[in-house]
């Protein structure tokens, strides 16, 4: 997938004290993204292994929405999604270090990637046209990649939430992307 530039301008506001709703202007070009990160500090695991839990969270959500922005900016721009989040479970677990064979090191900590440790996430969606009828849309929707380790077209392993992004890239080709026939 191309990267598309991207001049987005975040909202950011508390909708109770547990959910966080993004508002993200795309270029002109793109549909609109609405996005609410629902309670997470309940997430099944959005855990550091290094770095306090709240400021990785705000990363992690941060680094999401981007990913999501670009998917986005590739729908007309008559268009608006909005995605409730529910619940979001990384690859893999976060163990001490001295229990995956790396020693005593003043506790720090690892994510361990493994093939039974998969990403998932929930989230409601709804895609709508520019009189605000709807063209597709979901409830609860739990997406998983049980195939995760085994693709080989993804090449850039070492990028941030990998795993998650490549996931995310294939429910949206999956969902929104018209298919020749």
């Known amino acids: 997938m191309n990267k598309?530039?991207?001049?987005?301008?975040?909202?950011?506001?508390?909708l109770f004290s547990s959910a966080l709703v993004f508002t993200?202007?795309?270029?002109?070009?793109?549909?609109?993204?609405?996005?609410t990160w629902e309670e997470p500090k309940s997430y099944t695991?959005?855990?550091?292994?290094?770095?306090?839990?709240?400021r990785f969270r705000e990363r992690t959500l941060e680094e999401l929405e981007s990913h999501l922005v670009e998917?986005?900016?590739?729908?007309p721009e008559s268009q608006t999604l909005t995605m409730v989040v529910t619940n979001i479970d990384?690859?893999?677990?976060?163990?001490?270090?001295?229990?995956?064979?790396?020693?005593?090191?003043?506790?720090?900590?690892?994510?361990v990637i493994q093939r039974?440790?998969?990403?998932?996430?929930t989230f409601s969606y709804s895609l709508t046209d520019s009189d605000g009828e709807v063209i597709k849309s979901e409830?609860?929707?739990?997406?998983k990649d049980m195939g995760f380790m085994d693709?080989?077209?993804?090449?850039?392993?070492?990028?941030?939430?990998?795993?998650?992004?490549?996931?995310?890239?294939?429910?949206?080709?999956?969902?929104?992307?018209?298919?020749e026939k």
């Open 4 to 14: 598309l530039p991207i001049s987005a301008t975040l909202i950011y506001s508390a």
């Open 24 to 35: 993200t202007m795309t270029p002109a070009h793109a549909a609109e993204l609405k996005i």
């Open 45 to 54: 695991d959005v855990r550091p292994s290094n770095e306090s839990r709240v």
């Open 71 to 75: 998917l986005a900016a590739t729908l």
């Open 90 to 111: 990384l690859a893999g677990q976060v163990w001490p270090s001295q229990f995956v064979g790396f020693g005593n090191n003043m506790g720090q900590d690892v994510r």
């Open 116 to 121: 039974v440790d998969i990403p998932r996430m």
């Open 139 to 143: 409830e609860e929707f739990s997406l």
């Open 151 to 179: 693709t080989n077209t993804r090449n850039n392993r070492n990028e941030n939430l990998f795993y998650e992004k490549a996931m995310l890239d294939d429910w949206f080709d999956d969902t929104f992307v018209e298919k």
